[in-house]
């Protein structure tokens, strides 16, 4: 069974996973996903197809804020299976590989402290997410688009391992970045994304933190796995 086949989504509950940059979250919501047959949604690729939009479109955040929030409400977003990997589509254009730059990653954040940007988003967000059995991925999932998530979970690692694994990351994109810049990049993006005015990133009261530095991705994974794995039964009233 696909983890997009909507069969899948019955009687599941929602996971929330939200962090910092560079703390694993987008490989490891994935793979607790695909373990679980849930839909996974990673809704930073979603704020950083508005910026590539308003690149594209010569839309400046200082000069354009307003054109940008418009520009969010009028986009459809759609994950779908493209090979092994899910991509996002923006009315029908797949944009997995200009949303994956460090330019648009960066433009990303100013874009994501936007309020009508995050209304039109966290609208879309919640849509997707209706009928449950999602591993949704962000910021604020667990404070603000899903706060009755069943499972909410907070990921993060030390800067240095964050730094450490965004560069590896690029580099398997062929990206060549200097650990120095990555950490200059990182602070800057956490900082902002920490301090904005609406919904900066924190850790919701009922999340269980989870620092990675030191554990393997699967170990990540069999954890979260089996936090979902109580809450479904515990749904179901075997708990
Ligand atoms: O997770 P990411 O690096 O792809 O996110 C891109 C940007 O979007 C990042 O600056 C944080 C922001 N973001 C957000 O504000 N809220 C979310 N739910 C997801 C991402």
Redesign the pocket.
């Known amino acids: 069974m696909s983890a997009l086949d909507p069969e899948s989504r019955d009687c599941r509950v929602s996971l929330a996973v939200d962090g910092p ?1 560079g703390a694993g ?2 490989s490891v919501a994935r793979a607790v996903a695909k373990r679980l047959g849930y839909i996974y949604i ?4 979603m ?2 197809a508005v910026a590539y939009r308003a690149l594209r479109a010569g839309l400046e955040v200082a000069a354009h804020e307003a054109a940008i929030g418009a520009l969010a409400g009028e986009l459809q977003f759609e994950f779908r299976p493209v090979g092994e990997e899910q991509h996002l589509f923006v009315d029908g254009e797949d944009v997995e590989g200009p949303i994956r730059t460090p330019e648009v ?1 960066n433009l ?2 100013p874009v ?2 936007i309020p009508e940007v ?1 209304r039109h988003l966290v609208a879309a967000q919640r849509e997707m997410a209706a009928g449950g059995g999602v591993v949704m ?5 667990g404070t603000v ?1 899903l706060p009755g998530a069943e499972v909410k979970v907070f990921l993060t690692a030390s800067e240095q391992e964050r730094a450490r694994r965004r560069q590896t990351q690029l580099t398997k994109r062929g990206v060549a970045r200097s650990l120095e810049q990555i950490l200059a990049e990182q602070r800057e ?1 956490d900082e ?2 920490s301090t904005r005015a609406v ?1 900066p ?1 924190c850790q919701a009261a009922d999340a269980r933190l989870l620092v990675t530095d030191g554990m393997c991705k699967e170990a990540v994974v069999d954890l979260i796995a089996g936090w979902v794995r109580e809450a479904e039964a515990g749904d179901r009233g075997e708990a």
């Open positions: 940059s979250k987008s990673d809704t930073g690729a704020y950083r990653g990303s954040s994501s402290a995050r991925e962000g910021r604020d999932i688009v993006r902002r994304d919904a990133l």
